[in-house]
T-cell receptor
Framework: GAVVSQHPSWVICKSGTSVKIECRSL??????MFWYRQFPKQSLMLMAT?????????EQGVEKDKFLINHASLTLSTLTVTSAHPEDSSFYIC???????????FGPGTRLTVL | TQLLEQSPQFLSIQEGENLTVYCNSS?????LQWYRQEPGEGPVLLVT?????EVKKLKRLTFQFGDARKDSSLHITAAQPGDTGLYLC???????????FGKGTKLTVNP
């Protein structure tokens, strides 16, 4: 199997606070994890690529100081949305890649609502 | 920037009908994945194809990777209401870990 979990599944926070989302590969090691954002009725938009033990690579237009990514182990990556604002409200999904590098397995997503 | 054109964008059919979803690009992919996503959930992997001309079957679903590895199709036979969902194709360019996603096909199968 290839199970990826995310925590929390949903979070509501006040504007200006920071929110941390965890992504774990439960039954395999993932040297690379990815963070996506998905707006309603749209496809997935890649935010950043996270490699274990190194700095994340961010896509164009994604603020690295706004979306902090840490990939401290082969099974855990975290995304912290700092000083969240209502426009950061979205569905955040992580994925983990097996060593064959062909396939990404996705987590169930985290619904973030910023009031 | 690579683009994956997915069509149709929306599809509403009756139970028992057949359908095909297409994914096309001008770029060559080292692999291509098909996912299905339910509302409020993450995409679930259906299949990965890596060889040009490859055909894979998953019960009533048939996936094909084009000979030139630029396009793919998903064919569903005798669709059922449980097949309802958003179908996404995603391709990986050779040497890259990143996936390029199509915009998705929202399928509704009516009983």
């Amino acid at each position: 199997g290839a199970v990826v979990s995310q925590h929390p599944s949903w979070v509501i926070c006040k504007s200006g606070t920071s929110v941390k989302i965890e992504c774990r590969s439960l039954d395999f090691q993932a040297t690379t994890m990815f963070w996506y954002r998905q707006f309603p009725k749209q496809s997935l938009m890649l935010m950043a690529t996270s490699n274990e033990g190194s700095k994340a690579t961010y896509e164009q237009g994604v603020e690295k100081d706004k979306f902090l990514i840490n990939h401290a182990s082969l099974t855990l990556s975290t995304l912290t949305v700092t000083s969240a604002h209502p426009e950061d409200s979205s569905f955040y999904i992580c994925s983990a890649q097996k060593l064959d590098r062909h396939t990404q397995y996705f987590g169930p997503g985290t619904r973030l609502t910023v009031l | 920037t690579q683009l994956l054109e997915q069509s149709p964008q929306f599809l509403s059919i009756q139970e028992g009908e057949n359908l095909t979803v297409y994914c096309n690009s001008s770029s060559v992919f080292s692999s291509l994945q098909w996912y299905r996503q339910e509302p409020g959930e993450g995409p679930v992997l259906l299949v990965t194809v890596v060889t040009g001309g490859e055909v894979k079957k998953l019960k009533r679903l048939t996936f094909q990777f084009g000979d030139a590895r630029k396009d793919s199709s998903l064919h569903i036979t005798a669709a059922q209401p449980g097949d309802t969902g958003l179908y996404l194709c995603a391709g990986a360019e050779g040497g890259s870990e990143k996936l390029v996603f199509g915009k998705g096909t929202k399928l509704t199968v009516n009983p």
